[in-house]
């Protein structure tokens, strides 16, 4: 499935997640690319489809979630390493330069991933969701120091941007030690 447009609705409420999850479905022709609960007791839906479908679901969803939805957003053409950074099928072969974006919510992780995978010419290695984070969600990506710069600055703006809450930390690590960089890799 090649994914053109992509929307979230973050909610503080899992059953209330799931029911704004199975809406948003019926609302529009939309597919689920994630339906899942997140720490502490959110519950994350993510679809994808053409931009008017996806418009309609996330406003859809977004009045069936009311006061319990916690963040949203819509990214039209979004880029297409984002979906799996956050499925965790990435491989990256090697890291050179890393940055880092935590945000306060997944759905301004995912915007940030996406404005950072534009902005430079760098991979994502990792979009880690809120579990066992406390609601906070990071995003790692690699790639020449001032290419990592660029991008993690970019993810770092569209969230002051779009007001999905403040950017926690971020940081562009010029060369990782090799001991951390197997760490990331997971070797």
Not at 116 to 133: C, Q, Y
Not at 150 to 179: C, F, K, M, Q, Y
């Amino acid at each position: 499935m090649r994914v053109r447009t992509i929307g979230c609705v973050e909610l503080n409420s899992i059953s209330t997640g799931m029911h704004v999850a199975d809406e948003m479905v019926k609302a529009a022709d939309v597919a689920l690319v994630l339906a899942r609960p997140t720490c502490p007791g959110r519950y994350l839906v993510v679809i994808t489809g053409d931009t008017g479908a996806v418009t309609s679901s996330v406003q859809h969803g977004r009045a069936i979630g009311r006061d319990m939805v916690v963040d949203h957003f819509i990214i039209p053409s979004v880029h297409e390493d984002v979906v799996p950074a956050m499925n965790g099928t990435v491989v990256v072969p090697r890291i050179n330069a890393l940055g880092c974006i935590e945000t306060c919510t997944t759905a301004a992780c995912i915007l940030a991933a996406d404005a950072a995978s534009k902005a430079g010419n760098v991979d994502l290695i990792e979009l880690r969701f809120a579990a066992g984070l406390g609601g906070k969600a990071f995003v790692t990506m690699t790639g020449e120091v001032s290419s990592v710069q660029a991008a993690v600055d970019a993810g770092v703006a569209v969230v002051a941007e779009a007001g999905n809450g403040p950017v926690l930390s971020h940081v562009v690590i010029p060369s990782p030690s090799e001991d951390f960089k197997k760490h990331l890799l997971g070797m």
